[in-house]
C-alpha cells in the first residue's frame, strides 16, 4: 500500500460505517481477531446490508454475507483480478474520479483484459458468476469500504494483493470521502504505531528512507549520531544472516519468534547461532529460554505512552501500577542502556518522548501528550492540534494514485510440495487467545479453550478414518505435529485449518519459510501437509 497511498493506515474511522452501503472483507475474521470492529462488520451485515467476504473458512462473518467467495488458500489475486475484469468489462468503473486523480489506468485496463477467467477460476475454486456478483455489488454501491487482514499479507502475494485491494477502491472510486476507504486490520494492538516510529530496515521515523543522503543528514543531524546508510536486513535475513555466522547479535522485544514465526527449527537454528541474544519480555516464552540475557519489560498498565490503531488513532496508554519486581517499561530500559553506552538521556516520559517524535515526524507535529484527550486524536496532526479523520481527500502522498496490475503467481509452496503433500493447512486465530497465548493463557480464558484444534472437513475426516476428537497427524516437508481433529464443513474439502495459541503443539515447526517477496511476511495461510490418524 505504501506505493498507492503513501501510508499503511486506515483512509477513515470505523465509525463512518454507518454511512457505508457495502463493506468488503478479505482475509480477515474480525469477530475472531479484532473483536471491536468485527462486532460493527457483524452488525452491518446482519441487518441485510451488502457484505461480500473473501475468505477460504466459512467464518462467522461470512455466515452472514450476501457474497461469500470461498477461495482455496493463496489465491487472492486471481480471485480480486476476476473481480476488477467484470468492473471493467461492464464498465461499471468511476470514470471522473480515475481522470482526476489516478494515472496508468489504461495500461492497467489493457492488462486486465488480457486475463484468462477459465484459468482464474480453475485455480481459485471460486465460480465466475459469484466473482461477477460480487464485483457489481461493490462497485455499485454508492459508498463502500474494505477491510483486509494477515489473511491477506501472510502469503507470498501478499503485497500484490494489498496493491489490487487499492486498486479496487480507486477503480470505484472509494477514496477520500466518509463511508468508503482500504481499512487494513492490524494484527497485534500497536503495529501502526510501530510501523510509524520506523520499524522498516529501510525507514526512519516517519516513513522516510534513511538511505537517501538527504534523509540520513537530517537524521544524523537530529540525533547527534551518524546513521548507517544501508538498509538493514528483514526478519527473513537476519534469520539467514545468523545461520551463516554474518549476524553475531540480537535484542528482541516482546516477540516470541521460537513460537510464532514459521519454520521453528529454523528459527531456533538462528537464534542459537548468535552470540548475543537479549530478550525483554513479561514472561518467560520459548524464545527467552534461548536468551542470553534477559530484560524484565513492564505491561501496559505499568507504564505511559501511546498506542496507534488502524485509524491513525494516537491514543494515551497511562500507568496504573508501578512495574512489579525489577520490571521498567520498555522505554526506560532502552535509555539506561543508551546512558551506559554513552549516549545521555533523561528518564524516560511519555510526554517528552512525543515532543521529541513532534519535531522528526511530519505527521506528528501538533501530538501533544496534554491534548490526547480520552479518544486520541487521528494523524496527521498539525502543529496547531488539528488532526485528520480522511485522509486523501484530494489527492494522494505521491499526487496521483498509481493503478498496478499484478498477474496471479502460484506460491512455491504449492509447486513444490503439492503432490506429495496434498492438504493446504491454513492457520487462524479465535476470539479468547491472542497469538501464542503468553498472556491469555494466564487467564480464566484457558478455561474456555484448553486446545489447538485442526479444523477438517467431515470428508476428508471420512477418507482418513478420523473421528471427531482424534488425534491427527500432520506432516509437512519440515516436520509434523499432533493436533486433536474438530469435523466442521466452515472449511472446504482438501484445506485444513487451525490456531497456534498453545507453545506445546508447536504448528510452525510444518510450517515453511516461503514469504512475501516485497514485505518479506511469512507465508503462514498456505502449507502443503499430509494428514492421517494419529496413535
Request: one cysteine or more; glycine letters at 8%; proline letters at 4%.
Amino acid at each position: 500500500m505504501q506505493r498507492t497511498f503513501g501510508t499503511g493506515a486506515a483512509t477513515n474511522s470505523i465509525a463512518d460505517i454507518k454511512l457505508t452501503e457495502a463493506i468488503l472483507v478479505i482475509g480477515a475474521n474480525p469477530t475472531e481477531g479484532h473483536p471491536v470492529t468485527g462486532a460493527k462488520l457483524r452488525q452491518f451485515a446482519m441487518k441485510g446490508k451488502t457484505t461480500i467476504v473473501i475468505d477460504p473458512r466459512r467464518t462467522e462473518i461470512a455466515k452472514y454475507a450476501t457474497h461469500h467467495l470461498q477461495l482455496r488458500p493463496g489465491t487472492n489475486v486471481a480471485v480480486l483480478n476476476m473481480m476488477i475484469y467484470y468492473i471493467v468489462s461492464e464498465n461499471l468503473y468511476d470514470k471522473n474520479f480515475i481522470g482526476s486523480r489516478t494515472e496508468g489506468f489504461e495500461d492497467f485496463v489493457e492488462n486486465i483484459m488480457k486475463l484468462n477467467i477459465d484459468e482464474l477460476e480453475a485455480v481459485s475454486g471460486v465460480p465466475r458468476e459469484q466473482a461477477r456478483s460480487a464485483a457489481i455489488a461493490y462497485a455499485t454501491a454508492k459508498l463502500a469500504m474494505s477491510f483486509h487482514g494477515l489473511g491477506v499479507t501472510e502469503h507470498y502475494q501478499g503485497t500484490y494483493t494489498v496493491m489490487l485491494i487499492a486498486d479496487l477502491a480507486m477503480l470505484t472510486g472509494n477514496i477520500g470521502k466518509p463511508g468508503c476507504g482500504v481499512n487494513p486490520l492490524r494484527g497485534q494492538n500497536n503495529v501502526q504505531g510501530m510501523a510509524d516510529m520506523g520499524v522498516q530496515p529501510y525507514q526512519g521515523a516517519g516513513y522516510l528512507d534513511h538511505t537517501k543522503p538527504e534523509i540520513q543528514e537530517l537524521y544524523s543531524k537530529f540525533y547527534g549520531a551518524q546513521v548507517p546508510l544501508p538498509a538493514g536486513m528483514k526478519i527473513p535475513d537476519m534469520y539467514e544472516a545468523a545461520i551463516a555466522g554474518k549476524l553475531k547479535a540480537m535484542y528482541v522485544i516482546g516477540e516470541d519468534m521460537v513460537q510464532s514465526d514459521p519454520n521453528t527449527y529454523h528459527v531456533m537454528k538462528a537464534l542459537k547461532n548468535l552470540d548475543l541474544l537479549i530478550v525483554q519480555e513479561l514472561f518467560m516464552t520459548e524464545t527467552c529460554k534461548l536468551a542470553h540475557v534477559l530484560l524484565p519489560g513492564a505491561s501496559f498498565l505499568e507504564k505511559e505512552g501511546t498506542f496507534t490503531n488502524g485509524e491513525r488513532r494516537i491514543q494515551k496508554v497511562q500507568k496504573v501500577v508501578a512495574p512489579i519486581g525489577e520490571a521498567k517499561a520498555d522505554g526506560q530500559i532502552v535509555i539506561d542502556l543508551m546512558n551506559r553506552m554513552g549516549y545521555k538521556q533523561a528518564d524516560y516520559t511519555a510526554k517528552t518522548m512525543l515532543e521529541e517524535i513532534s519535531q522528526i515526524v511530519p505527521f506528528f507535529a501538533g501530538v501533544k501528550w496534554e491534548n490526547l484527550g480520552d479518544y486520541g486524536k487521528q494523524w496527521p496532526v498539525a502543529a496547531d492540534g488539528t488532526d485528520t479523520q480522511i485522509l486523501h481527500l484530494t489527492e494522494f502522498k505521491r499526487g496521483k494514485g498509481q493503478f498496478v496490475f499484478r498477474e496471479y503467481i502460484e506460491t512455491p509452496e504449492i509447486l513444490e510440495y503439492a503432490e506429495e503433500y496434498p492438504y493446504i493447512l491454513t492457520t487462524n486465530r479465535v476470539l479468547e487467545h491472542y497469538n501464542a497465548g503468553t498472556m491469555t493463557r494466564r487467564t480464566g480464558n484457558a478455561e474456555i479453550i484448553t486446545e489447538d484444534l485442526l479444523l477438517i472437513h467431515p470428508n476428508d475426516a471420512a477418507k482418513n478414518d478420523i473421528q471427531e476428537h482424534d488425534p491427527v497427524i500432520i506432516e509437512s516437508a519440515r516436520g509434523k505435529i499432533t493436533v486433536n481433529a474438530h469435523l466442521t464443513d466452515e472449511v472446504k474439502q482438501g484445506v485444513v485449518s487451525t490456531t497456534f495459541h498453545f507453545p506445546e503443539l508447536f504448528v510452525n515447526i510444518v510450517t515453511s519459510s516461503v514469504h512475501d517477496s516485497i514485505a518479506k511476511c511469512p507465508e503462514y495461510k498456505v502449507v502443503c501437509v499430509k494428514v492421517r490418524k494419529g496413535g
